[in-house]
């Protein structure tokens, strides 16, 4: 079967004659790459649009933090593993996000890569095509949306059932007769009952509804993650305060100014993490209304 055949099978390229479909492959390059290589991060942004036509990739979400999570708990990253033919970060390549994964050849690969300003330029001098291309890439969208949800609305109640049962188990374990194991069982539900709160549960600012920090200093830091008990700032503790069991500072968002204080939880790679005093109940309004605002740029509407 020729790559022609193939693309035909696939979503993205249904309702393509088999014609125009050659003049759309003629338009790219072929690439190859060793195994082990890694193709692209999270926060990268993508440059050309690309096919795998030979060999395996592993497609791996990044690992989940825990705040606060006890030392036992490891929650693995997700993999997936690609194989030909199939469009690999195609949604990152056609709307200029950033990538949220990681793409690494698990084998020698082939790939089929044409230029993002090259795709776009083609579809243009090619409407039909650009036309049917984008109507299918409306309705991968779409699909997508729609099974997150489902699974979104899943989690939610399978979180709130969780929640509920490990409130009775403690309330169990206070009552019963004190043992060696009724310690250490009671604080591992008390610090999970914790962290399943909804003020744990971050959102990533974007672009178009920023949100940074500013300190006594007048500097501003961007905010890489908020929530109403954590909020994550990008460079280095020594940056944001002198004494890491203290910090005090103003998040700036879109038309608000929020107060907030806490202390440093951790430091990291991606930032510094700072575990948030309880706001009082005006800025918690108002911080409870940015982070839903942010939420709602994840649906299409």
Same mark, same amino acid.
């Given at each position: 079967m020729s790559i022609v055949q193939d693309l035909r099978s696939l979503p993205l390229f249904q309702g393509i004659s088999e014609a125009r479909l050659e003049q759309l492959v003629a338009t790219f390059q072929t690439v190859t790459h060793k195994a082990g290589t890694v193709l692209f991060r999270p926060g990268e942004t993508a440059t050309h649009f690309e096919l795998l036509a030979k060999g395996e990739v592993s497609i791996e979400? =990044?690992?989940?933090?825990q705040p606060q999570a006890p030392a036992s708990v490891d929650v =693995?990253?997700?993999?997936?593993?690609?194989?030909?033919?199939?469009?690999?970060?195609?949604l990152g390549a056609l709307t200029g996000l950033p990538r949220s994964t990681t793409a690494t050849a698990t084998t020698d690969v082939e790939l089929l890569s044409v230029k993002v300003g090259d795709l776009i330029g083609f579809f243009e001098a090619n409407g039909d095509i650009g036309f049917a291309f984008y109507k299918?890439?409306?309705?991968?969208?779409?699909?997508?949306?729609?099974?997150?949800?489902?699974?979104?609305?899943d989690m939610r109640t399978n979180i709130v059932r969780t929640q509920k049962a490990m409130k009775q188990l403690r309330e169990v374990v206070l009552a019963a007769a004190e043992t060696e194991i009724s310690k250490p069982v009671f604080d591992t539900l008390d610090t999970l009952i914790d962290n399943n709160r909804r003020a744990n549960y971050r959102v990533s600012p974007t672009a178009s509804y920023p949100a940074h920090v500013r300190l006594d200093d007048g500097r501003v830091i961007p905010v890489l993650e908020v929530s109403e008990g954590h909020v994550k700032v990008a460079g280095r503790t020594q940056d944001l305060t002198a004494d =890491?069991?203290?910090?005090?500072?103003?998040?700036?968002? =879109?038309?608000s100014e929020?107060?907030?204080?806490?202390?440093?939880?951790r430091e990291g790679e991606g930032g510094v993490v700072v575990k948030l005093d309880k706001p009082i109940e005006e800025y918690k309004v108002k911080l409870d209304d940015y982070t839903t605002r942010v939420q709602l740029l994840d649906f299409v509407v």
């Open positions: 979400e =990044p690992r989940a933090e =693995p990253p997700v993999r997936f593993a690609l194989r030909p033919l199939a469009p690999l970060g195609e299918n890439l409306l309705g991968l969208v779409s699909d997508k949306v729609r099974r997150d949800r489902s699974r979104i609305e =890491p069991t203290f910090w005090a500072g103003v998040l700036v968002v =879109p038309a929020i107060l907030l204080s806490g202390s440093v939880l």
